[in-house]
């Protein structure tokens, strides 16, 4: 159990800073008013401790490596387990639960207990379980953990308490359901074979109990041996010597014959009366060789024998048992009915599958309606009621991972009608060729809880495709998908011997996203360096997309030692800078070597036909520079209302005007600050086209370990926003080292100069080893975080690092290679850079003399320095579209420790200031003369600016050390809290909860924490989920109303919720997975049936397999451990004597229940027989004097 540890309220790091104590980094200009204190400004803080708690809510997703299926019959619940020990539970859509075994073992088999609210799972390390499924979230109740044999196959029989088990020793344990405890009564392997059988049989592979006598028990091993085992006499009744091998074994449901499959791909049919060899062997899918012998196939792993009422034929679902000369061929799912044979082909291989029947009864007509196909990566399932065998369409979000997800993104409360439109749009795009019928899996019951709110979930994935879900109310359901790749042309097949490359690499893998769910306008940043703006549209039109090309270089060495003038609090403003973006020289068939001024990527520059929904608008490309390619974009944001775009990368910021569609400012980062740079700089040596490795780094898809060492040298530390550290060593970039082996081949084939393509650097294949010491040691910046997630250098000006990497598979796992450099080394390999790490447009103050909030530009980098750049935006909307917006760096600096993650505001009463915004038109729509489409804006005016800040504002900044309030426009710092010290921030958001806002942060030791605002007081701080690959890092996200989520698996979202409130009612939101349901009762067999080809004899179970016959197993054969059992239905204890009574008690409920149905049927019975007595002695009365003829 994970350790939960919250932090009092009146314990704190936080402390109120003198303002005048603060270096602070200002304009010059004008003499700032004296800063109001803390105390002053009288915000009445809401939150406390008891508003927040962790709990998982509800995963979506394919399961990842899924393992077994099984299935309820009655209550129409799916079961499947994973590899990872976790089980999903699925019913209607809204009835989605997880488990997970804290073991972590693979799940190698599951039984429910069919309409009882519980499940089996047997587990790779020999233990079973037993859950309880009566409550919203299950529970062991009990477990057994075998220690002398592996389990290899278990049967439980309808309406029966003992479960039978093999092993692989060839043993069959039976075990009561009630009380999970063994049986004296055990099948030994030697005496269920002949004694002069020289040869072991096997593990146990099938345990069946015979439709037709339920006291015997068909026992299949491995090496082909079956065996009919009589229970009552303890013998076996027939035993069957196959020379191949068995893998299943399907009844017939009158249980006069059976079918098995085999490892050679064939089917064999034996009946009772014959046991001597098969009345009939199939090869399915085999040829005839000349010798008039079927040719070998592969495996029949799994075979299922079905009849039908309707159709005298049966029918045969197999999987497996193509011919080997058919290589390449997909997996193949065969259904044989009659004579006719439909072949299946699936994407992914076959883990399971299962016939869905009407029946739960094995001796009854079993009509089956329905194949469950358990895939790698998918789950199928196919309609057999029609004569195609089309599939139904799945209501679960099953496709999460059809492209593997690069990027997340979370957002709570989005506008009402936002949801609706997007569906609409995507309904359009739908598959169709699905079967008409209801989808099977139906159990459970769901309702929408009280309190919902429109959540929209967003997914960049690999291929370069948007994902845009609906997660309202725990649910997720695809509403929409954009292809970003049609915005660019194919590469053609011959284009400098690239293509394959091109297809490979993953060239429009999408790295991050920004949307303003009210203007609908949304952003894309791909892996390719180029950002692509949407608007949306509900009709279709024909239009060209516009690009443009910024050609973004630093010059200059960044950070070499803190400067002397270090403490100077006050900066003059820089002389006004013009950007100059060079135009690009021709697209030629330049060599890759000297390529300079152009794109990675083509953009399409004809007129294009955009169906409704996302329409590409703008295409912004970086490009290459003396022959190295662009670096990869590290931050991003976009403003409606201004009508502007920003992006960074460890280069430099540009900012675009995308109503103009114009290029407002390109600058290095050095060149931001002006004469307001803190540091000094070294002019960097003359470049030589060189291959810049920091855009070709490539993670595969397998688990690669990357060990990250960094240099120790002496470190600046800020306090207080100083730089304490006099003299600081620069550290050199991490360079690719080419491997031997086919990986680093592949590497040294590209040559100097070639495109930055990767394979994408999905979440979903992020399996990066992490060592738990780098957590807290090796591994406390963030810096080589990013170099991996980004493929950038960057420097921290709290620390130093050296990286290394390893592709090797083989050396990750051991010691991976480091490479160390002195201090002296030479400026030519100096190559660290401050990136910008994070941007923001807000309302804001530019200069401590502004006495006004205008439009602002918030920059923070990996230096921990926050940039506020004021933007001049023309009021009146022509002048907007024609007049120049102007950029201008101020040279306000503010410092915090460690690289800067994200920015907030809140107004003088601690209220979160809404970002200014432009309220959604559609560009394409008819215009109508009486209502023109003007921009309407939401919070862009000077009036509304000055109401909301008029006293000023507090601006929230936090890095991956630190967090800081400060006071705008004095820019005091109010507040300081040190977040961590021996880790770091992955992820920090200001977020609503509650009807307050607080900052929500998540550390790479696996913490969670919250802060108050603006005070910074700790409100919660528990270990919740370690670090252990890229994919958690890269895609966990919070939101508003305490909710949050990651990328758990390649496969499956999981969502949590750090608000209380939240917690406790998530039972109501969560569906019941069982429902009381009358378990249908068996066919009258009728007389002659029953009395000729029926059980001769009743089959009493407890009698056979109970201590009173069967005496005790050996207490060392398994150990029984109780459950934990938090349950609501059974409010059964953990263990002991309580437990066994309430268990008990609980037994004689529904005992009793049962007994008392069954006196009200008799009751019903006996009145029926008395009213039918008395209408015929009224009859006889009235007819007895009656003549013949009277009738």
Not at 152 to 166: I, N, R
Request: hydrophobic letters at 35%; charged letters at 20%.
């Amino acid at each position: 159990m994970k350790k939960f540890r919250k932090v009092l309220d009146g314990l704190t790091t936080s402390s109120p800073i003198n303002p005048g104590g603060s270096p602070v980094y200002g304009s010059a200009a004008g003499t700032p008013s004296a800063a109001p204190t803390p105390r002053e400004l009288d915000i009445q803080e809401t939150l406390m401790s008891e508003h927040f708690q962790i709990c998982k809510t509800v995963r979506h997703g394919f399961p990842c490596q899924p393992t077994a299926l099984a299935f309820d019959p009655v209550q129409k619940i799916l079961a499947i387990g994973s590899r990872s020990g976790g089980v999903r539970l699925l019913g209607r859509p809204g009835v989605d639960c997880h488990c997970q075994h804290e073991s972590g073992a693979a799940v190698l088999q599951l039984q429910f207990l069919i309409n009882e609210g519980a499940l089996v799972t047997a587990c790779a390390d020999d233990t079973l379980h037993l859950w309880n499924l009566r409550q919203r979230r299950p529970a062991i109740l009990h477990s057994l953990k075998f220690n002398r044999e592996r389990i290899t196959f278990c049967h439980l029989p309808f309406q029966s308490k003992w479960l039978y088990v093999g092993t692989e020793r060839g043993n069959t344990h039976i075990v009561n359901i009630e009380s999970f405890v063994l049986s004296g009564y055990v099948i030994m392997w030697n005496k269920a074979i002949e004694l002069s059988t020289k040869t072991h049989p096997g593990p146990v592979v099938h345990l069946s109990d015979s439709p037709k006598d339920e006291g015997k028990l068909l026992i299949g091993f491995e090496s082909g041996t079956i065996v009919m085992w009589d229970l009552r006499s303890k013998r076996t009744e027939f035993r069957i010597y196959y020379d191949e091998a068995i893998h299943s074994v399907s009844w017939h449901h009158e249980g006069r014959q059976f079918m098995c499959s085999h490892s050679d791909g064939s089917l064999s049919m034996w009946h009772l009366r014959n046991t001597a060899k098969p009345f009939q062997v199939t090869f399915p899918h085999g040829k005839s060789q000349r010798d008039g012998r079927k040719e070998s196939c592969k495996p029949i792993l799994k075979v299922e024998y079905k009849t039908s009422r309707n159709s005298s034929e049966a029918f045969v679902v197999f999987s497996g048992g193509l011919s080997y000369d058919k290589a390449g061929r997909r997996p193949t799912l065969t259904i044989m009915h009659g004579k006719a044979i439909t072949v299946l082909e699936m994407d992914y291989p076959i883990v399971d599958f299962m016939v869905l029947c009407e029946t739960p009864y094995l001796n009854e007509v079993q009509e089956p309606y329905a194949v469950v196909v358990l895939l790698e990566k998918d789950f199928v399932v196919v309609d057999l009621t029609q004569s195609n065998f089309p599939i139904f369409e799945n209501p679960y979000p099953m496709d999460i991972h059809e492209s593997p997800v690069t990027c997340t993104a979370y957002f709570a409360d989005c506008p009402p009608d936002i949801i609706p439109v997007l569906y609409s749009i995507g309904a359009k795009h739908k598959k169709t060729g699905y079967s008409h019928k209801e989808w099977p899996v139906s159990g459970g019951t769901w309702t929408v809880g009280s309190q919902t709110y429109p959540e929209i979930i967003i997914t960049g994935h690999a291929d370069g495709s948007i994902k845009f879900w609906d997660a309202t109310a725990i649910t997720l359901q695809m509403l929409y998908k954009l292809k970003t790749s049609k915005v660019f042309e194919k590469p053609k097949s011959g284009e400098m011997g690239r293509s394959a490359e091109l297809v490979e690499e993953d060239p429009f893998a999408v790295q991050m996203i920004s949307w303003c769910p009210q203007s609908r306008i949304f952003c894309v940043v791909g892996i390719s360096a180029h950002v692509i703006l949407y608007r949306f549209s509900k009709h279709d039109a024909n239009t060209t997309i516009t690009s443009l090309e910024v050609r973004l270089q630093c010059d200059t060495e960044d950070v070499i030692s803190p400067s002397d003038t270090e403490n100077t609090p006050c900066f003059s403003d820089p002389s006004g800078h013009s950007p100059q973006p060079q135009p690009p020289s021709p697209r030629s068939n330049t060599p890759d070597s000297v390529r300079d001024s152009i794109p990675c990527l083509k953009v399409k520059d004809r007129m294009i036909r955009m169906p409704p929904g996302y329409q590409a608008e703008l295409v912004v490309q970086l490009l290459w520079v003396d022959g190295e390619p662009p670096q990869q974009i590290t931050s991003l944001d976009l403003n409606s209302a201004y009508g502007l775009l920003a992006f960074g990368n460890c280069n430099g910021l540009a900012v675009v005007d995308y109503l103009q569609k114009s290029i407002l400012l390109c600058m290095s980062t050095v060149e931001l600050y002006g004469s307001a740079d803190p540091f000094q700089r070294l002019t960097r040596s003359p470049r030589k086209n060189r291959q810049s490795t920091s855009g070709l780094t490539e993670l595969s898809d397998n688990q690669v370990s990357l060990d990250l060492e960094r240099s120790k040298s002496p470190t600046s530390d800020h306090v207080n926003g100083h730089c304490t550290s006099p003299t600081s060593q620069p550290c050199p970039s991490g360079k690719a080292r080419v491997p031997g082996g086919p990986e680093g081949a592949r590497l040294a084939r590209r040559g100097p100069g070639r495109p930055p393509f990767r394979k994408a650097q999905s979440a979903a294949c992020m399996e990066v080893s992490l060592p738990v010491s780098s957590l807290t040691e090796g591994y406390t910046s963030r810096r080589a975080m990013l170099q991996q997630l980004h493929g950038v250098s960057m420097y921290s000006h709290d620390e130093h690092h050296i990286t290394s990497y390893s592709w090797s598979e083989r050396e990750s796992r051991e010691n991976s290679f480091s490479r160390s450099r002195s201090s002296s080394v030479s400026s030519i390999d100096r190559e660290t850079k401050e990136a910008v790490t994070t941007l923001q447009f807000a309302e804001s103050y530019g200069r401590k003399s502004d006495t006004l909030p205008t439009p602002c530009l918030w920059v923070g980098t990996s230096l921990g320095m926050v940039l506020i750049i004021p933007v001049s935006i023309p009021m009146d909307e022509e002048e907007r579209q024609e007049e120049p917006v102007t950029v201008a760096p101020t040279g306000t600096v503010l410092m915090l420790k460690g690289s800067v993650l994200r920015f907030g505001f809140l107004d003088c009463g601690g209220a979160l200031i809404q970002n200014p915004y432009e309220v959604w038109r559609d560009l394409h729509a008819p215009e109508d003369p009486d209502r023109p489409r003007k921009r309407k804006l939401v919070n862009f005016s000077p009036s509304s600016s000055q109401e909301a800040c008029g006293d000023g504002h507090l601006a929230v900044v936090c890095s991956e050390r630190q967090a800081k309030v400060f006071l705008m426009p004095s820019q005091a710092c109010l507040y300081v809290h040190n977040i961590t010290d021996s880790s770091f921030v992955l992820r920090a958001d200001v977020v609503s909860v509650c009807n307050s806002v607080c900052l929500a942060c998540f550390c790479a030791n696996g913490h969670i924490m919250t802060l108050s605002l603006p005070s910074l007081r700790p409100l919660l701080d528990i270990s919740y989920l370690p670090l252990t690959d890229m994919r958690i890092a890269r895609t966990f996200c919070f939101t508003n109303g305490g909710q949050a989520l990651y990328l758990c698996s390649p496969t499956e979202i999981q969502r949590i919720t750090y608000s209380q409130e939240m917690c406790d009612n998530l039972q109501e939101m969560l569906g019941e997975l069982f429902t009381p349901i009358e378990t249908p009762e068996a066919q009258n067999r009728g007389f002659l049936k029953g009395f000729f080809g029926g059980n001769a004899q009743t089959f009493d179970r407890e009698e056979l397999f109970g201590e009173a016959s069967a005496g005790k197993a050996s207490r060392s054969l398994a150990q029984h451990i109780p459950g934990q059992g938090g349950m609501e239905g059974m409010k059964a204890a953990a263990g002991g004597v309580v437990g066994e009574l309430a268990r008990a008690r609980i037994a004689l409920d529904e005992r009793g229940q049962r007994l008392g149905e069954l006196e009200d049927r008799t009751a019903h019975m006996m009145t029926s027989a008395e009213t039918f007595s008395k209408h015929a002695h009224e009859l006889m009365l009235k007819c007895k004097d009656k003549k013949w003829y009277q009738f």
